[in-house]
């Protein structure tokens, strides 16, 4: 966590409005970043007190804030003539083998034996503790990823201090819950009135009985998955020097992004996204739309579809492949209570579902392997019917069965027709 002498932020009010690094600021970060390339071969600890000097010209606090960061991004190695526990194991034991001896004739005496110098035997005594550890050249960078890096560990130094937190999300809200649930954090999510937003709302460290640091640490991590979001506006009240302010991050923030989140949770899903793109051109195919209130409980469709020129005839469609009966029976659940009329529900045949466990108001698909893109674009397809209308009948097994058997008697009567036809162009 940010040490709190290192948050560098503007009091407006109540408000605190962070400091964050710009365009402005890579001349100074580059004179930084170059000190960290002459320092290589160098202890770790000279590195720290140079960057930690004021000469350089920029802005304390947020000198202060990369120095910090640029310290945490560079590596180092241990150097020593004699491996480290190997020095200390045999001084220890020399000085209770000679008590009676001086420390410098213990220390003369331990280097012989090891084959060093007293110098050397020294320097290899705590070369592994970070401080003595050598610097070694860091990855290259450019000054803005730097910038990205310390408004991010900036932000999150605020949020490690917040009592409660509360995000707006458009896009990518299933990906941040998921998240927040699997770091252990203290989430509910719900859907706004008026608006098409989930919002989050976190407990923050603050408010808990014990304040964890590993609490802090999972709340600031959401923090970079928040990026992959259409948008999103996340509001936190935080103690900082003190003082209990409110703090606003929103999109087009600084902030450096996590690794992409995956797309798409399975190879089903990229395959049927895959294929309806190429089969309808004209309809778009949005993966994640917003949440569904479901009585209470939101919801997450796996795609929107709609034409792209009336994006009122909205169609959510969901995925069912592996599932075990108590997935399911949530699952099914949820949709009963949000009785979406413009849901087409494609399940994997070979599961043991019944019709009647299926909402009546769902259009249902049964596949195999592999969702069928063209089935689906025929239900939303359908005359007279859309997300304001009754929805299609539901597609039965053995509706495809015959739909499959027929198709088959006409590739059969096709290829019956030709072989007629070309025997008698044979007699002719």
């Given at each position: 966590?940010?040490p709190a002498?290192?948050?560098s932020c503007?009091?407006?009010g109540?408000?605190a409005?962070?400091?964050f690094?710009?365009?402005?600021?890579?001349p100074?970060?580059r004179?930084?970043?170059?000190?960290?390339?002459?320092?290589?071969?160098?202890?770790?600890?000279e590195?720290?007190?140079?960057?930690?000097?004021?000469?350089?010209?920029?802005p304390?606090?947020?000198?202060?804030?990369?120095?910090h960061?640029?310290?945490?991004?560079?590596?180092?190695?241990?150097?020593?003539?004699?491996?480290?526990?190997?020095?200390r194991a045999a001084?220890?034991?020399?000085?209770?083998r000679?008590p009676?001896?001086?420390r410098a004739?213990?220390?003369?005496?331990?280097?012989?034996e090891?084959g060093v110098?007293?110098?050397a035997?020294m320097?290899?005594?705590?070369?592994?503790?970070?401080p003595?550890r050598?610097?070694?050249?860091?990855?290259?960078?450019?000054?803005?990823?730097v910038?990205?890096?310390?408004n991010l560990?900036?932000?999150?130094?605020?949020l490690?201090?917040?009592?409660?937190?509360?995000?707006?999300?458009d896009?990518?809200?299933?990906?941040v819950?998921?998240?927040a649930t699997?770091?252990?954090?203290?989430?509910?999510?719900?859907?706004g009135?008026?608006?098409d937003?989930?919002?989050?709302?976190l407990?923050?460290?603050?408010?808990?009985?014990?304040?964890?640091l590993?609490?802090?640490?999972?709340?600031g991590a959401?923090l970079p998955?928040l990026a992959?979001?259409?948008r999103?506006?996340l509001?936190?009240?935080c103690?900082?020097?003190?003082r209990?302010?409110?703090?606003?991050?929103a999109?087009?923030?600084?902030?450096?992004?996590?690794l992409e989140?995956?797309?798409?949770?399975?190879?089903?899903?990229?395959?049927?996204?895959r294929?309806f793109?190429r089969l309808?051109?004209?309809?778009?195919?949005?993966?994640?739309?917003?949440?569904?209130?479901a009585?209470?409980?939101l919801?997450?469709?796996?795609?929107?579809?709609?034409?792209?020129?009336?994006?009122?005839?909205?169609w959510?469609?969901?995925?069912?492949?592996f599932?075990?009966?108590e997935?399911?029976?949530?699952?099914?659940?949820?949709?009963?209570r949000?009785r979406?009329?413009n849901?087409?529900l494609?399940?994997?045949?070979?599961r043991?579902l019944?019709?009647?466990?299926?909402p009546?108001s769902?259009a249902?698909l049964r596949?195999?392997?592999?969702v069928?893109?063209?089935?689906?674009?025929?239900?939303v397809t359908?005359?007279?019917?859309?997300a304001?209308?009754?929805?299609?009948?539901?597609?039965?097994?053995?509706?495809?069965q015959a739909?499959?058997?027929r198709?088959?008697?006409?590739?059969?009567?096709?290829k019956?027709s030709g072989?007629r036809?070309a025997?008698?162009?044979?007699l002719?």
């Amino acid at each position: 966590m940010l040490p709190a002498g290192l948050l560098s932020c503007e009091f407006r009010g109540s408000a605190a409005v962070p400091r964050f690094l710009g365009d402005a600021d890579r001349p100074w970060i580059r004179s930084l970043m170059d000190e960290c390339e002459r320092f290589a071969g160098r202890p770790i600890r000279e590195l720290e007190v140079r960057l930690r000097d004021p000469a350089s010209g920029a802005p304390d606090d947020k000198r202060r804030l990369v120095a910090h960061v640029l310290l945490g991004l560079a590596r180092s190695r241990v150097e020593s003539p004699v491996p480290p526990r190997e020095a200390r194991a045999a001084l220890f034991a020399a000085a209770g083998r000679f008590p009676a001896d001086t420390r410098a004739a213990v220390i003369a005496r331990c280097a012989g034996e090891l084959g060093v110098s007293p110098a050397a035997l020294m320097r290899s005594l705590f070369a592994d503790l970070p401080p003595e550890r050598i610097a070694v050249a860091t990855p290259s960078l450019d000054p803005g990823q730097v910038a990205l890096r310390a408004n991010l560990a900036l932000a999150q130094g605020l949020l490690a201090r917040a009592h409660r937190v509360r995000i707006a999300l458009d896009g990518n809200a299933r990906a941040v819950a998921r998240h927040a649930t699997l770091r252990g954090l203290i989430c509910s999510v719900t859907r706004g009135g008026g608006d098409d937003l989930a919002h989050v709302d976190l407990s923050g460290p603050f408010a808990l009985f014990r304040r964890t640091l590993l609490y802090g640490r999972a709340l600031g991590a959401v923090l970079p998955v928040l990026a992959w979001a259409r948008r999103f506006r996340l509001e936190a009240v935080c103690d900082i020097r003190g003082r209990r302010a409110a703090v606003t991050l929103a999109t087009g923030d600084p902030i450096f992004p996590s690794l992409e989140p995956r797309r798409f949770d399975s190879r089903l899903e990229e395959r049927f996204s895959r294929d309806f793109s190429r089969l309808a051109p004209d309809w778009a195919i949005l993966r994640e739309p917003e949440p569904v209130d479901a009585g209470g409980h939101l919801f997450f469709p796996d795609f929107a579809v709609h034409p792209r020129l009336d994006p009122s005839r909205r169609w959510f469609v969901e995925i069912v492949g592996f599932w075990t009966p108590e997935y399911l029976a949530g699952k099914l659940e949820r949709l009963r209570r949000a009785r979406l009329s413009n849901l087409v529900l494609c399940i994997d045949a070979d599961r043991n579902l019944g019709e009647g466990d299926v909402p009546a108001s769902a259009a249902l698909l049964r596949f195999r392997k592999r969702v069928d893109a063209a089935q689906v674009l025929e239900i939303v397809t359908a005359p007279g019917r859309g997300a304001e209308g009754r929805h299609p009948a539901p597609v039965t097994l053995r509706d495809q069965q015959a739909r499959q058997g027929r198709e088959w008697q006409d590739r059969r009567l096709d290829k019956c027709s030709g072989a007629r036809e070309a025997g008698r162009s044979e007699l002719a």
